[in-house]
């Protein structure tokens, strides 16, 4: 089949990098329970899809849209109830994000950093560290996060260092895939501090020495701003680091969690393209003249591949659930070896079938559609463009080795959050 080509991604110019910035924080919505929070996904979501192919066109971020969402309260629905949050159930967190993404995956994305750092604060934070951070939460603040370098040659090397000095601590260092930065009020980033140890960090997004620069010029999620974030020498609250180095032998759910946001993702753009395919063919596609047909609707061959896409996308979404349902299931009971892994293993299956889900549906739309669907009017490649790169968040052929090797030998996959 012949796959969408890319375009030409418009960069923002020095001007346009430099006319926003996150405002105060604004008192946001406090959402009790888990029914309530995926109903204002749905409202949000109709409000997200109505100018999701217009802001992938123009290459628009959506700021006012991530204000209504912050201040609908959905991003502390993991705030423990013991700290006045939700303390929502992890497969309620993989809905909001299918929700969402399913309406605009790249809007939808820019929270998956903000979600995935709570879930290391949840891990590791000590009682005061979780008492400041979800308290600004609750108070609307959002949370980036800057991530991995591009001059190294592996991901795990880090040249960002936190310096002791006579002023304090001092951050100095430049990353990249920093999605949800430029809207955040927090970007935490990995560092190496003096001992040569790793640590989080988490610098103040409007603090003298930070440079957010939207350089993000993918052909796909063209919105999520996941360019460069420059740290020179700036000024880090000592409470605000994490020593992931003493935890690297521990068990924890941050790294599965932040995978189950990833599958949600893909699920959510899945669905966008399997509702836009059906509605093409429904308003616009015509029969082939060997079917002798006079609706594409009634073509017996149009019916077998949607019937087939309907079945892999629920399959892929049952999956999804069920991995978010191991999730709660683990962290119910204190975190083991063996159930940290059982929940990598889930969200590793989860992982695979929305990937394909998502490449087969967005890429399937345009032989069901026609060549009509191709005009640039009405901008489907988005579908195949956004599932295209996002699904190389990480490697899903690794994800076939974890879940092998574990049933065939035995073994733990790897802890960080890619797993």
Same mark, same amino acid.
């Given at each position: 089949?012949?796959?969408?080509?890319?375009?030409?991604?418009?960069?923002?110019?020095?001007?346009?990098?430099?006319?926003?910035?996150?405002?105060?924080? #604004?008192?946001?919505?406090?959402?009790?329970?888990?029914? =309530? *929070?995926?109903?204002?996904?749905? /409202?949000? !979501?109709?409000?997200?899809?109505?100018?999701?192919?217009?802001?992938? #066109?123009?290459?628009?971020?959506?700021?006012?849209?991530? =204000? *209504?969402?912050?201040?609908?309260? /959905?991003? !502390?629905?993991?705030?423990?109830?013991?700290?006045?949050g939700t303390g929502a159930r992890y497969e309620t967190l993989a809905k909001v994000f299918k929700i969402l993404c399913a309406a605009d995956p790249a809007l939808g994305q820019i929270p998956q950093n903000h979600f995935g750092v709570l879930a290391l604060v949840h891990d590791i934070g000590t009682p005061a560290q979780k008492a400041r951070i979800y308290a600004d939460v609750l108070a609307g603040h959002r949370i980036g996060n800057a991530g991995p370098e591009r001059k190294t040659r592996l991901i795990t090397i880090a040249t960002t260092r936190l310096e002791e000095t006579g002023e304090g601590l001092r951050l100095t260092g430049e990353r990249f895939y920093s999605t949800g930065s430029i809207f955040a009020h927090y970007i935490p980033t990995r560092a190496v501090d003096a001992q040569g140890r790793a640590v989080q960090v988490w610098a103040?997004?409007?603090?003298?020495?930070?440079?957010?620069?939207?350089?993000?010029?993918?052909?796909?999620?063209r919105t999520t701003a996941s360019g460069s974030v420059i740290f020179d020498r700036v000024a880090i609250d000592p409470l605000l680091v994490f020593p992931v180095h003493a935890f690297a032998d521990r068990p924890g759910l941050a790294g599965p969690i932040s995978q189950l946001i990833q599958a949600a993702i893909d699920a959510g753009i899945a669905q966008a393209a399997f509702d836009d395919a059906c509605r093409f063919v429904r308003e616009r596609a015509r029969p082939w003249?060997?079917?002798?047909?006079?609706?594409?609707?009634?073509?017996?061959?149009i019916l077998h591949s949607v019937g087939h896409l309907a079945t892999e996308l629920h399959a892929a979404q049952e999956i999804l659930y069920e991995a978010g349902r191991v999730l709660d299931r683990v962290s119910a009971a204190p975190v083991t070896a063996q159930s940290s892994a059982a929940?990598?293993?889930?969200?590793?299956?989860?992982?695979?079938l929305t990937t394909e889900i998502a490449l087969e549906a967005s890429e399937t739309l345009f032989d069901l559609a026609g060549s009509a669907a191709t005009r640039a009017a009405h901008n489907l490649d988005r579908h195949w463009r956004n599932a295209r790169v996002h699904t190389l968040h990480d490697p899903v052929r690794w994800k076939y080795h974890l879940i092998g090797n574990h049933e065939l030998n035995g073994a733990l996959p790897a802890r960080h959050q890619w797993n």
């Open positions: 089949m012949t796959r969408p080509q890319a375009q030409t991604v418009p960069l923002a110019t020095e001007s346009e990098r430099d006319r926003r910035r996150p405002g105060p924080p #604004r008192p946001v919505h406090r959402i009790r329970e888990d029914a =309530e *929070a995926l109903e204002i996904a749905h /409202l949000l !979501a109709e409000r997200f899809q109505a100018g999701a192919a217009d802001r992938d #066109r123009e290459r628009r971020l959506p700021w006012d849209e991530i =204000e *209504a969402y912050t201040e609908s309260g /959905l991003g !502390a629905i993991t705030v423990p109830k013991d700290f006045g103040r997004g409007d603090a003298e020495g930070v440079t957010v620069i939207d350089d993000w010029n993918s052909f796909g999620q003249m060997d079917s002798g047909l006079e609706q594409a609707t009634d073509d017996p061959t929940a990598s293993v889930a969200v590793a299956e989860a992982k695979i």
